[in-house]
């Protein structure tokens, strides 16, 4: 299998437990690994036979800032959800983070993989 990745895809969006959390958009950072086979767009030099990073970076980009949920994890399964569902990712890594939510900390979040690789 091989990968196409994204990272450090900022998008911000309504996401937190508590009211001050809410009251303002937050950036998210958002890492992915998607597994796909990009040998057949290799073969033809073929952009429609492979993955193309560009929409699935528009399309969870517009997914994020349009979301509205309290957990991160949340947020992460249901982008999980979509992006195999919309571009038929058979696998995939998800990192999701949140910058200065924690004083004490650069930032937090959640990694998640789901399907077969």
């Known amino acids: 299998m091989d990968i196409v990745y994204i990272r450090g895809l900022q998008a911000d969006a309504v996401i937190g437990i508590y009211d001050f959390e809410r009251a303002h958009r937050q950036s998210l950072v958002l890492d992915l690994e998607l597994g796909t086979d990009i040998r057949p767009a290799a073969a033809g030099d073929d952009i429609s036979l492979t993955l193309n ?61 789901r399907g077969q690789r």
């Open 53 to 113: 990073y560009k929409a699935v970076t528009e399309t969870v980009e517009r997914f994020v800032k349009e979301s509205d949920f309290a957990l991160v994890e949340t947020l992460a399964q249901r982008c999980a959800e979509m992006i195999m569902s919309e571009f038929k990712v058979p696998w995939l890594r998800l990192s999701l983070s949140k910058p200065g939510a924690m004083r004490q900390a650069q930032d937090v979040g959640i990694i998640i993989e």
